[in-house]
């Protein structure tokens, strides 16, 4: 499994865009790039899955570079209850495990 | 999406007795669960794998008779944390994963458990 690398935390604030990017040197050929948010005593949510260049869903986007070495998830006009740990994992469409990094905190004000 | 439960969502007991946590795929078939620990403002921790009736595959480093797993149909996964003791108190997270109906590497998360060893 690739091993991912995020920023700890990221500060923002209500109504502004954030990116998150996530690095992943070593992703192999088969691996696809999936995006999870923890809220405080929950389960991880799936946000949004993508394998290259954009992938737009109802909530979020995720862009991929040609050489895919790295992705960055995109939260448009963030609010308050954005709020929370977001996770980049790689792995591929077999894979079994998924290995939690550590996570980007966000933290939108007000 | 698919719609995973545990139970309880928050259990206190005391040091030396064993406590039982149900995972439970309310929607869909689990071909796959996985149970995680989380210990404050730390990222989850894979603790093991289970296919529906088959043993159970630890992470390293797991006490596979200290944490009991079984995973006896293809919606219930259970947790047994036997002779429990105040450095197992943390919250137990189980996810769910099936193949066909959604993205194929896709798994659902439970709500979690507290667990809280006096």
């Known amino acids: 499994l690739a091993k991912t690398t995020q920023p700890i935390s990221m500060d923002s604030y209500e109504g502004q865009e954030v990116n998150i990017t996530c690095s992943h040197n070593n992703i192999a050929t088969n691996d696809y790039i999936t995006w999870y948010q923890q809220f405080p005593s929950q389960g991880p949510r799936f946000i949004i899955q993508g394998y290259k260049t954009k992938v737009t869903n109802e909530v979020a986007s995720l862009f991929i570079p040609a050489d895919r070495k790295s992705s960055t998830l995109s939260l448009p006009r963030v609010s308050l209850s954005d709020t929370a740990v977001y996770y980049c994992l790689v792995g591929d469409s077999g894979f079994q495990k998924l290995v939690f990094g550590t996570g980007t905190r966000l933290l939108v004000s007000p | 999406g698919a719609v995973v439960s545990q139970h309880p969502s928050r259990v206190i007991c005391k040091s030396g007795t064993s406590v039982k946590i149900e995972c439970r795929s309310l929607d869909f078939q689990a071909t796959t669960m996985f149970w995680y620990r989380q210990f404050p403002k730390q990222s989850l921790m894979l603790m093991a794998t289970s296919n529906e009736g088959s043993k159970a595959t630890y992470e390293q480093g797991v006490e596979k008779d200290k944490f009991l797993i079984n995973h006896a149909s293809l919606t219930l996964s259970t947790l047994t944390v036997t002779s429990a003791h105040p450095e197992d108190s943390s919250f137990y997270i189980c996810?769910?994963?099936?193949?066909?109906?959604?993205?194929?590497?896709?798994?659902?998360f439970g709500p979690g458990t507290r667990l809280t060893v006096l």
């Open positions: 996810s769910a994963r099936t193949s066909g109906r959604y993205s194929y590497n896709e798994q659902f």
